[in-house]
């Protein structure tokens, strides 16, 4: 059993959620959100987040298939951190200019699956 989740438009650079992102990448799930949580980095939160909703969806997976489900048998089988739209801003400057300001954003996707699926 393979469940999926996917974070849109997080105000989190794809760098920064990536170093998070590779902290959990092939670890249990339960030790996984245990990671983040006491991680210090904002971008923990976020990826926390889509983590946990991850193991919420095989719950609901398994509920609809009235298979067991076991949280701690889930393993993260893929996370991977792709570029999201760039919020354009502007500052106003002296004499008329404007400064221009790029905020990037994320989209997380996290897999997670039993051991027999993470093969």
């Keep these: 059993m393979e469940a999926k989740a996917i974070a849109r438009h997080v105000r989190v650079t794809p760098r920064k959620a990536r170093r998070m992102v590779d902290l959990i990448r092939g670890k249990k799930a ?52 792709d570029e999201g739209v760039t919020l354009k801003r502007f500052r106003a400057r002296a004499q008329g200019r404007a400064g221009r300001i790029n905020k990037r954003t994320s989209h997380i996707t996290v897999v997670v699956a039993d051991k027999e699926g993470a093969r």
């Design 30 to 81: 339960t030790e996984a959100i245990t990671i983040l949580k006491f991680a210090p980095q904002a971008a923990a939160v976020p990826v926390r987040k889509t983590l946990e909703s991850a193991v919420a969806n095989a719950r609901v997976l398994a509920d609809k298939e009235n298979a067991p489900f076991r949280e701690n048998e889930l393993v993260v089988k893929e996370t991977y951190v």
